[in-house]
């Protein structure tokens, strides 16, 4: 069959594409931009639709599977643009050139009349759709677990913690499922065109949050049990709103109210499709990548407090030499490394401000990188400053100077461990 999969770089669409290829089907990629793409690719850009030239790209396609889905609002990208009128426009220019099945990737939850943005685009979208002459399928999957999906790599990272806050105490159902099971369901799907209508792809069980993540820090391999911090509502409520302020989050007062709605469904119809029942939590994490996703896991949530504290060091050095110790004594020190006067107080200060910009640069992506270089630079300066003109200070008792060859590591494998950006997923 010659199969076009629109959304062919996200999480599921990409693993699809290699699914089906790997099976003997040809895959046309339908990308929002094509740049380096194959050849056998089309550009598919729901933000600004062109449904004449789709019609003429889709001619001599067997089946189209829409994969495309955001979960939040960015820039031109809107739920009604992406999940409403931009795939229905493609539907249409599909069944116009002669298209003869549909396939829609959905989501579990999905329904016109939701609360929720997210579901209800999705609903609609999937309403139209069969309410269409077109030969289509919906699929709702529940959460997707997949070892490079930024969802799961979230998941793990709770399930790794020491102590894991969770909502509720983690009681909400959900039934999640591994990537590999939905796209065999989708291949299955696109390859018996007797199935129809709606298809909730889920696990093979309900289960609750906190037993989802003890079922993962299992997989790891990681000692000791699940430690759940039962966290009330009126705080997560908070601590969704606030983690809601960086454009890359997950955690967002509407995912809080999806996972207390609960995410769940029969699996019969999925497990039929798969001629088997779906594979289960204790069995998502691979052992070949066991040891790679464990360490992964306890970096997610060791980084950022070691971040943290290096930015709140260099910033707290600013204002204690600006506000906190007295500027004498500073200029004291500074008048023995042969700084006097002018020289010194210019010294003083501009070490400061430099103090601060290096913290403020450890707080964001972009600059990260360069600030944890100039830290190891300075700190190495410095380092030989005071081993040259104020050499006591190594054996002095509280180890001030000493202090920095461990904060030197600590820089050091940030640069190399923290990354600036995750991965993208569906």
């Given at each position: 069959?010659r199969?076009?999969?629109?959304?062919?770089?996200?999480l599921?669409g990409?693993?699809?594409?290699a699914?089906?290829?790997?099976h003997?089907h040809?895959?046309v990629?339908?990308?929002?931009?094509?740049?380096?793409?194959?050849?056998d690719a089309?550009?598919?850009?729901?933000?600004r639709?062109?449904p004449?030239?789709?019609?003429?790209?889709?001619?001599?396609?067997?089946?189209l599977?829409n994969?495309?889905?955001?979960?939040?609002e960015?820039?031109a990208?809107?739920?009604?643009?992406?999940?409403?009128d931009?795939?229905l426009?493609?539907?249409?220019?599909?069944?116009?050139?002669?298209?003869?099945r549909?396939v829609?990737i959905?989501?579990?939850?999905a329904?016109?009349?939701?609360?929720?943005?997210?579901?209800?685009?999705k609903?609609?979208?999937d309403?139209a759709?069969?309410?269409s002459?077109?030969?289509?399928?919906?699929v709702?999957p529940?959460?997707?677990?997949a070892?490079?999906?930024?969802?799961?790599?979230g998941?793990?990272?709770l399930?790794?913690?020491?102590?894991?806050?969770?909502?509720?105490?983690?009681?909400q159902?959900?039934?999640?499922?591994?990537?590999?099971?939905?796209?065999?369901?989708?291949?299955r799907?696109l390859?018996?065109?007797?199935?129809?209508?709606v298809?909730?792809?889920v696990g093979?069980?309900?289960l609750?949050?906190?037993?989802?993540?003890?079922?993962l820090?299992?997989?790891?391999?990681?000692?000791g049990?699940?430690?759940?911090l039962?966290?009330?509502g009126?705080?997560?409520?908070a601590g969704a709103?606030?983690?809601?302020?960086?454009?890359?989050?997950?955690a967002?007062?509407?995912?809080?109210?999806?996972?207390?709605g609960?995410?769940v469904?029969?699996p019969?119809?999925f497990a039929?499709?798969?001629?088997?029942p779906?594979?289960p939590p204790?069995?998502?994490?691979?052992?070949?990548?066991?040891?790679?996703?464990?360490?992964?896991?306890?970096?997610?949530w060791?980084l950022?407090?070691?971040?943290?504290?290096?930015?709140?060091?260099?910033?707290?050095?600013?204002?204690?030499?600006?506000?906190?110790?007295?500027?004498?004594?500073?200029?004291?020190?500074l008048?023995?490394?042969?700084?006097h006067g002018t020289?010194g107080?210019?010294?003083?200060?501009g070490?400061?401000?430099?103090?601060?910009?290096?913290?403020?640069?450890?707080?964001?992506a972009?600059?990260?990188?360069?600030?944890?270089r100039?830290q190891?630079?300075?700190?190495?300066?410095?380092?030989?400053?005071?081993?040259l003109?104020?050499?006591?200070?190594?054996?002095?008792?509280?180890?001030?100077?000493?202090k920095?060859?461990?904060?030197?590591?600590?820089?050091?494998?940030?640069?190399?461990l923290?990354?600036?950006?995750?991965s993208?997923?569906?």
């Open positions: 069959m199969i076009a999969v629109i959304g062919g770089r996200g599921i990409r693993a699809l594409a699914d089906l290829a790997a003997g040809q895959v990629l339908g990308l929002r931009r094509i740049g380096d793409a194959p050849r089309i550009e598919v850009d729901y933000a639709p062109e004449e030239r789709w019609r003429r790209q889709l001619a001599g396609v067997d089946a599977v994969a495309v889905g955001i979960f939040r960015r820039g990208q809107r739920f009604e643009a992406i999940h409403v931009g795939p426009a493609l539907f249409r220019a599909a069944a116009e050139a002669g298209v003869p549909i829609q959905s989501a579990l939850g329904d016109p009349d939701s609360p929720l943005p997210y579901f209800s685009s609903g609609r979208a309403a759709l069969l309410a002459p077109t030969d289509a399928a919906v709702r529940s959460l997707v677990f070892p490079s999906g930024v969802s799961a790599r998941f793990l990272r399930a790794a913690l020491p102590l894991t806050p969770l909502p509720g105490g983690g009681r159902p959900i039934q999640p499922l591994h990537l590999d099971d939905l796209c065999t369901g989708l291949r799907l390859e018996d065109p007797a199935q129809r209508g298809v909730a792809a093979p069980a309900p609750r949050l906190r037993d989802y993540l003890a079922a820090r299992r997989g790891l391999g990681l000692r049990r699940l430690r759940v039962p966290v009330p009126a705080l997560a409520r709103r606030l983690a809601a302020l960086s454009p890359r989050s997950l967002t007062p509407e995912s809080l109210r999806m996972l207390e609960g995410n469904a029969d019969a119809r039929a499709l798969l001629g088997r779906p594979r204790a069995a998502f994490v691979d052992a070949e990548a066991r040891a790679a996703l464990r360490l992964r896991a306890r970096l997610d060791l950022p407090p070691m971040r943290w504290s290096v930015a709140l060091l260099w910033l707290a050095t600013a204002w204690v030499s600006l506000f906190a110790y007295p500027v004498p004594r500073s200029l004291e020190l008048a023995r490394t042969g700084l020289l107080v210019a010294a003083l200060y070490a400061a401000g430099l103090d601060a910009l290096l913290g403020l640069g450890t707080l964001f972009r600059t990260r990188r360069w600030a944890y100039a190891l630079a300075l700190i190495a300066f410095y380092t030989a400053a005071i081993t003109c104020l050499p006591e200070y190594w054996a002095h008792p509280y180890g001030p100077v000493l920095n060859l461990p904060l030197l590591a600590m820089i050091l494998a940030l640069h190399e923290d990354e600036p950006h995750g993208g997923d569906r």
